[in-house]
């Protein structure tokens, strides 16, 4: 079938239709001497005369007249797949979509997203699934439909948006004492115990890091595999986190406080990530667009 010419079938289709070749050739916008030498390559693709005369007309075979309303519903469906994808009323939409996302993530923003997407396509779904797996392979998949974090390390074939930049904010307990004195120091801050978010159990990160170009390291007591603990550890003890700024929401208690950093963390983007076999298609686009738009309302 490598051979398979498409306008053969558009052609056969005007054919049995108008059982005429000069009438098929008008309809298609071809000369007459055009269509008859492609009814002569059909006879010979299908082995069958196809029209014969008949009187000052032309009548179809008998075999022409079996498969004759099989060619129009093909040449249908290849004009439907050939086509540019049609619009949807997203409203009638009935559809389920994956979005891989972090713990923090999801007890902040999952309430709001699910409140924006009920509002306007009542019949989505969402499902939040754990970023423990950052691998590309299920966006490639279709496993999952949308991966919204910081941008993952094998993002190269990904399509992604940046939703906003977040940056890290200090955490302590209320009346910690490192909130005693008039300016939080490097030194004052660097003293106390800390407890830090590490999926690797890694006791430096990007705070860390910062530290070190200056020379000065922090206590590291405790590692825990989320924000949310983070935030829940400071508030009962006396060690010192650190979170994104954009987690500040989930931490805005009586029993805790956030401050400026004393040292330069670089910001990074928060995205939504996404394979290119979704660039087109037009629901998938309408969830990106939603959310972009429900991440920028929120500044």
């Not at 009962?236 to 956030?258: F, M």
Request: hydrophobic residues 50%; aromatic residues 6%; contains cysteine.
């Amino acid at each position: 079938m490598s051979d398979l010419d498409l306008n053969l079938l558009v052609a056969l289709d005007a054919l049995l239709q108008e059982k005429s070749v000069t009438a098929a050739a008008r309809r298609l916008g071809l000369s007459t001497s055009a269509m008859s030498r492609t009814l002569s390559r059909l006879r010979a693709r299908l082995g069958d005369p196809i029209l014969v005369p008949a009187g000052r007309g032309m009548v179809a075979t008998q075999h022409a007249l079996a498969i004759a309303a099989d060619v129009h519903s093909l040449r249908a469906a290849v004009q439907t797949v050939l086509s540019p994808a049609s619009t949807v009323d997203i409203r009638d939409v009935r559809r389920h979509f994956t979005i891989r996302a972090n713990e923090a993530f999801v007890l902040i923003f999952a309430a709001d997203l699910s409140a924006a997407v009920a509002d306007a396509a009542p019949g989505i779904k969402l499902r939040f699934a754990p970023r423990s797996d950052k691998d590309v392979q299920s966006l490639r998949d279709a496993a999952v439909d949308l991966d919204i974090g910081v941008l993952p390390s094998e993002s190269g074939e990904l399509r992604c948006q940046t939703l906003f930049e977040d940056r890290y904010v200090g955490l302590a307990k209320t009346g910690h004492p490192i909130f005693d004195a008039k300016q939080i120091t490097i030194g004052s801050y660097a003293a106390w115990g800390h407890v830090v978010f590490s999926p690797q159990a890694d006791f430096a990160g990007p705070v860390d890091r910062a530290l070190a170009e200056l020379g000065v390291y922090r206590d590291v007591r405790l590692i825990v595999p989320s924000f949310p603990a983070v935030i829940a550890v400071a508030a009962a003890s006396d060690l010192i986190g650190a979170i994104p700024k954009s987690y500040h929401k989930s931490a805005a208690t009586s029993q805790i406080r956030t401050f400026e950093l004393p040292v330069a963390v670089p910001s990074f983007d928060i995205v939504q990530a996404w394979h290119p076999r979704m660039d087109a298609d037009p629901v998938h686009r309408w969830l990106r667009a939603l959310i972009f738009e429900t991440f920028k309302s929120m500044k």
